[in-house]
């Protein structure tokens, strides 16, 4: 079965602008969470939707949102961007339940000039 | 909030080598994950492994919840292992995933 999908994989943007992100999961799972990733750092959770509905949400500021479809599918967004967003934005999903495994897509590389 | 804790934070070994990658955690954890993520940034799922022992060729994993924490072997380490080894563990109140710093590994032809 298809994996997680990001779109776009690559993409660069000017400061002030703003950016939208897609992820796709995988079928049958509806939990979708997104990560940043900064060089040489860990992951940062940025939220995470279930069911259309935002269920976590980490510390970011309010420029970063975030959506989930009827379909699963989500979108974050990230507005006035600023050249310390640049980071690998990674979207994963899982069924619901605990204790099932996250499977990641292979990310969105972020480069705000 | 539950803790997570990896070590060493970098390793650096000669192909062929044996590692040990640790993981600790403050709490009692429902799920615990391993992972390895590529030098182009993709992320792997390797095991799903909240107690136990499991094997996948050259890797193991085991975790003692009752003494927190998790042990990932890599045996005759390839080249191709290289890259950054996370864990990460799902607290009991919430479905969030606490995610540790991460072990660097670069592995030397």
Known sequence: KAGVTQTPRYLIKTRGQQVTLSCSPISGHRSVSWYQQTPGQGLQFLFEYFSETQ??????????????????????????????????????????????????????????? | ???????????????????TLRCNFSDSVNNLQWFHQNPWGQLINLFYIPSGTKQNGRLSATTVATERYSLL?????????????FCAVEEDSNYQLIWGAGTKLIIKP
């Open chain 2, 1 to 19: 909030g539950i803790q997570v804790e990896q070590s060493p934070p970098d390793l650096i070994l000669q192909e062929g080598a044996n590692s």
């Open chain 1, 55 to 113: 269920r976590n949400k980490g510390n970011f500021p309010g420029r970063f949102s975030g959506r989930q479809f009827s379909n699963s599918r989500s979108e974050m967004n990230v507005s006035t961007l600023e050249l310390g967003d640049s980071a690998l934005y990674l979207c994963a999903s899982r069924r619901e339940g605990r204790g099932n495994t996250i499977y990641f897509g292979e990310g969105s590389w972020l480069t705000v000039v």
């Open chain 2, 73 to 85: 072997y890599i045996s005759s380490s390839q080249t191709t292992d290289s890259g950054v080894y």
